[in-house]
């Protein structure tokens, strides 16, 4: 481990970036841990830089450095994990605190969050997929989103005004994007369109058309092909949509007749600092 201290000139480190994260790549597990790769990044408060050149194994069954900061590990709650650095090398930590975990002895001259996980009803953190990092942006996959009731948004939604969703259980308290896959339904010839929008938007701002096109129809922004004749169902593309910071939006169907299905299929997430 290498702890790099920076001293700041007129605004400007002396080494590395502001809020620089290099590496430190997530890899779910198990129902108890996750793998954090090699890399370097700049502290919370960007005083320092932590290089950690092997792989952190954080386990949320067990407490302290590595396992749970304090407390008792709680069902159908959300876990922030850091990487720690001090005296005593570097760690892995989860907390429930998104900006200041309680530090370990020997580990409390930096830390940086660089990522968060679901622990679920049957207190096993839910399973992901591919996790991706650019820079200080992470997007989590979650695994099997069609076999997760938490992560069925909606079944069968037919509201023709705006009726709000809450993704506060797929969608963790630091996003305000979501990925969504919709499954269209129409019980007529006619097209389906789903209507969605960041809750508390005004209904004429930031409002998404997804939909399909009668036979032989279609029109501007569809995403699927049309719904034959007679009816039919529709599985929509993946797609990113803006949550409020509640991780709500808002959802309405063109016509009576029109129906969704909603899948949360991942959210991304900023490596911020404190």
Request: aromatic residues 8%.
């Amino acid at each position: 481990m290498t702890l790099i201290q920076l001293k700041q000139i007129d605004g400007e480190l002396t080494a590395g970036r502001l809020g620089h994260v290099h590496g430190f790549q997530l890899e779910w597990k198990s129902v108890d841990t996750v793998d954090i790769g090699p890399g370097n990044l700049v502290n919370a408060v960007n005083t320092a830089v932590i290089i950690n050149p092997g792989t952190l194994t954080a386990d949320l069954s067990t407490s302290g450095v590595n396992g749970l900061d304090t407390g008792v590990r709680a069902i159908n709650t959300w876990y922030y994990l850091y990487v720690i650095a001090g005296s005593s090398g570097t760690a892995s930590l989860w907390s429930i605190s998104p900006g200041s975990p309680t530090l370990p002895l020997g580990y409390t001259e930096a830390f940086r969050r660089v990522g968060i996980f679901r622990n679920d009803g049957a207190d096993e953190l839910r399973a992901m997929g591919r996790i991706e990092g650019i820079s200080t942006w992470r997007y989590y996959s979650i695994s099997d989103p069609a076999l997760n009731d938490e992560c069925k948004l909606l079944d069968n939604g037919g509201e023709l005004g705006f009726s709000a969703l809450s993704l506060a259980a797929c969608v963790p308290p630091t996003s305000r994007v979501a990925r969504i896959v919709p499954h269209l339904k129409s019980r007529f010839r006619f097209g389906v369109i789903l209507f969605l929008r960041e809750t508390g938007s005004p209904s004429t701002i930031g409002e998404t058309a997804i939909g399909v096109g009668a036979p032989g129809g279609g029109g501007r922004g569809f995403l699927n092909q049309a719904v034959g004749q007679g009816g039919g169902r529709q599985s929509g593309s993946p797609m990113d949509v803006n949550v409020n910071a509640s991780q709500s939006v808002d959802y309405r169907m063109w016509r009576s007749g029109n129906q969704a299905d909603i899948y949360v299929v991942g959210y991304h997430d900023q490596l911020l600092g404190v």
